[in-house]
């Protein structure tokens, strides 16, 4: 993950993995994406760009993203690709995210 001029070195592995995911999750068409991923269960091709208001070329771009982040997978099937899920990192950006969120404690939040 490139940070621009941040020293990356400083954060623990964890935290640089909320943050990539955080970021695949930033935009609300690579949402939209993922719950077309979600819903189908299986590998899509150009289905996905069939059932957004997005052109190819933009989903393309936030399919990137989410591959990127490692959130999804694709496979070449001859001259298209065929994405999904990737389960063992959707798995642990649960984790991660999950582990983040519980962190706070209402109980013992004494501010504003």
């Known amino acids: 993950?490139?940070?621009?001029?941040?020293?990356?070195?400083d954060y623990s592995?964890?935290?640089?993995?909320?943050?990539?995911?955080?970021?695949a999750f930033s935009h609300p068409a690579r949402i939209a994406i993922l719950?077309?991923?979600?819903?189908?269960?299986s590998c899509i091709c150009g289905a996905i760009v069939e059932e957004l208001p997005l052109s190819q070329s933009t989903v393309s771009q936030h399919l990137k993203e989410?591959?990127?982040a490692g959130l999804i997978k694709g496979?070449?099937?001859?001259a298209s690709v065929c994405y999904c899920i990737d389960e063992k990192?959707?798995?642990k950006a649960q984790q991660h995210?999950?582990?983040?969120?519980?962190k706070f404690n209402s109980t013992k939040m004494k501010c504003c």
């Open 1 to 9: 993950m490139n940070m621009g001029t941040t020293k990356t070195e």
């Open 97 to 102: 995210m999950s582990d983040f969120f519980e």
């Open 13 to 23: 592995v964890k935290e640089m993995s909320i943050s990539k995911y955080a970021k």
């Open 66 to 68: 989410l591959k990127s």
């Open 35 to 41: 719950n077309v991923l979600l819903k189908r269960q």
């Open 89 to 91: 990192e959707w798995k």
């Open 75 to 78: 496979d070449i099937e001859g």
